[in-house]
Structure formats: C-alpha cells, structure tokens
C-alpha cells in the first residue's frame, strides 16, 4: 500500500512538472521570405502562462544537447500572445531565410519549472 501511495504521489509531481509543453510548429512562409511561424503552447491549468519567457535557446544548451544551431535561425524572435483559450508562441524573423532547412531549439521558463523543444523547419520555395 505504501508504494502505491508513493507511486501516485510521484506521478502527481511529475505530471505538474509537465503540465505545460510546446507544440508543433506551423511555418506559414516560404524560402526566401522572413520566418513566420506559430507554436500552440498545451497547458492545463488556466493562467499557467502568466509568467512564461521562452527566448531562442544559448550556443551553450544547443551543444549539451548536441542541436546544431543554423545560422539562419541566430535572428529567430519569440513573441508569446497569451490569449485565455488558445496561447502561442509567434517565431519569426527580421531577414529573410535563405536556407531551406532550420534546426533550432526554444528555451521556456516558467513558475513550475523549464521545458526546452529541437526544432527543425524545412522551407518550401513558392
């Protein structure tokens, strides 16, 4: 009965531990074009994006984890639009993509703790 009780008890933490996580990313530009893309954020509780920060991840945690960094995506920006009922992320850039293929990875902070997601783009010509 202990370990039951255990079990559930850890299953509780590391389910508040995930309970926000990035979604897939929809890119809607083309090569050649700034990027422009959307990434749902998938939470559970409301106003759990109160104090979320994602930025575009350091040099040092895209090596830890062996992410090759493009250097197209050095001027990715993240914007949150935190609405209520459906929160995301806007990524995009200043300067047009050159190359058809991006690896990336997004570092988000927030109360309950860090999520960080890879992230590989492939860009169509239109």
């Not at 994602?54 to 001027?75: I, M, P, T």
């Not at 300067?95 to 860009?123: C, H, T, W």
């Amino acid at each position: 009965m202990k370990r039951m009780v255990l079990g559930v008890f850890i299953w509780c933490l590391s389910a508040q531990v995930w309970a926000l996580s990035l979604g897939e990313i929809d890119v809607r530009s083309s090569l050649n074009q700034p990027l422009d893309a959307v990434i749902p954020i998938i939470t559970t509780r409301a106003g759990e994006t109160y104090n979320l920060q994602v930025v575009l991840a350091s040099e040092a945690d895209h090596k830890n984890r062996n992410v090759e960094l493009s250097d197209a995506a050095r001027g990715i920006k993240v914007l949150l639009v935190d609405n209520e009922l459906n929160p995301y992320l806007q990524v995009y850039t200043n300067k047009p993509i050159r190359e058809p293929a991006l690896k990336f990875m997004l570092d988000a902070s927030f109360k309950g703790g860090r999520v960080q997601r890879n992230y590989k783009v492939l860009l169509n010509i239109r």
